[in-house]
């Protein structure tokens, strides 16, 4: 009997723990979309990142801290995935992770690029939670949105990370209108 009751406080422990994780990260937040409308040019300053997304967070914050360090801004961390993960093999799958910044640096270290985004139509998206709960959250309504508006998903999807509080991610889709389209 003791036993049991021990194991069943485990329980209810694990239970509320689970709950304030999900509750924390953001898994019952809603995701905000918005109508696909003309955003950029975008400076910016980056690295070639290869490998599975979810690990490009050392690749970002070394952009990050270099600008810093140059006492400038980096206006809003970036990511732009260049694969689809549903048929890339997660080892070869690249994306460009660094900040948005207002000017073209100099003397920049090797492994860093920079790059002007043209201005492009683009579906928004916003969620205020965990990076690593939004994908699961923004990603699996993007098929229903893009139908719904009647857009065609023109691929690299960009992430916008804005720390808080709370923290957000604005997710970019490169679209086109259908009733424009050649």
């Known amino acids: 009997m003791k036993l049991f009751k ?3 406080g485990l329980a209810i422990l694990v239970v509320i723990f689970l709950i304030f994780i999900a509750v924390k990260s953001g898994l019952f937040k809603p995701v905000t979309w918005r109508d696909a409308k003309d955003l ?3 400076s910016v300053l980056y690295m070639e990142h290869w490998g599975p997304y979810h690990q490009i967070i050392d690749d ?3 952009v990050e801290r270099w600008v810093q360090a140059q006492n400038k801004t980096c206006l809003q961390t970036y990511a732009e995935f ?3 993960p549903q048929t890339t093999e997660h080892a070869r799958m690249r994306s460009h992770v660094g900040c948005l910044v207002d000017q073209k640096f100099a003397g920049i270290p090797d492994d860093f690029k920079q790059k002007i985004v043209p201005k ?3 579906l928004q998206a916003f969620f205020q939670g965990s990076p690593a709960i939004g994908p699961l959250k923004v990603y699996s309504g993007l098929t229903g949105q893009i139908e719904t508006r009647k857009l065609k998903f023109l691929g690299a999807p960009v992430e916008l ?3 808080g509080p709370p923290f957000e991610t604005e997710y970019l889709f490169p679209v086109e209108e259908l009733n424009s389209a050649n």
């Open 82 to 84: 260049l694969d689809d």
């Open 40 to 42: 950029g040019p975008f």
């Open 60 to 62: 970002l914050q070394k």
């Open 120 to 122: 492009r139509k683009y």
């Open 6 to 8: 021990i194991l069943s």
């Open 161 to 163: 990370y804005t720390e």
